[in-house]
């Protein structure tokens, strides 16, 4: 079994940032990639950033330049740097681990964690 856990929510004003960090734990053989997707208001759940196990990135076109997806060295946390924060990015941000546990492949979610960017 898998894991997954998101901190690092909080409010912030227009303008500022704010870092996310998403631990996974269990048995973890392989990680296909790491993503954080959010869900506004009133809206669908959209995928925002994609770290994937051989590194590659990819953003949505509304967060490029200004979020950061990284992963560290033991490949247990990931972190979303989020700066420029603009009243749109207001969201629940959820992690999901895309990875290969205990010989099966499985998609694996947080519980979220809340960003609002508000004056």
């Known amino acids: 079994q898998v894991q997954v856990v998101e901190s690092g929510g909080g409010l912030v004003q227009p303008g500022g940032s704010l870092r996310l960090s998403c631990a996974a734990s269990?048995?973890?053989?392989?990680?296909?990639?790491m993503n954080w997707y959010r869900q506004g208001p009133g809206k669908q759940r959209e995928l925002v950033a994609t770290?994937?196990?051989?590194?590659?990135?990819y953003y949505v076109d509304s967060v490029k330049g200004r979020f950061t997806i990284s992963i560290d060295n033991a490949k247990t946390t990931v972190y979303l740097q989020m700066n420029s924060l603009k009243p749109e990015d207001t969201a629940v941000y959820f992690c999901?681990?895309?990875?290969?546990?205990?010989?099966?492949?499985?998609?694996?979610w947080g519980q979220g964690t809340q960003v609002t960017v508000s004056s």
């Open positions: 770290i994937t196990g051989n590194g590659g990135t």
């Open positions: 999901n681990a895309d990875v290969n546990s205990n010989s099966r492949r499985g998609n694996y």
């Open positions: 269990g048995t973890i053989f392989h990680i296909y990639a």
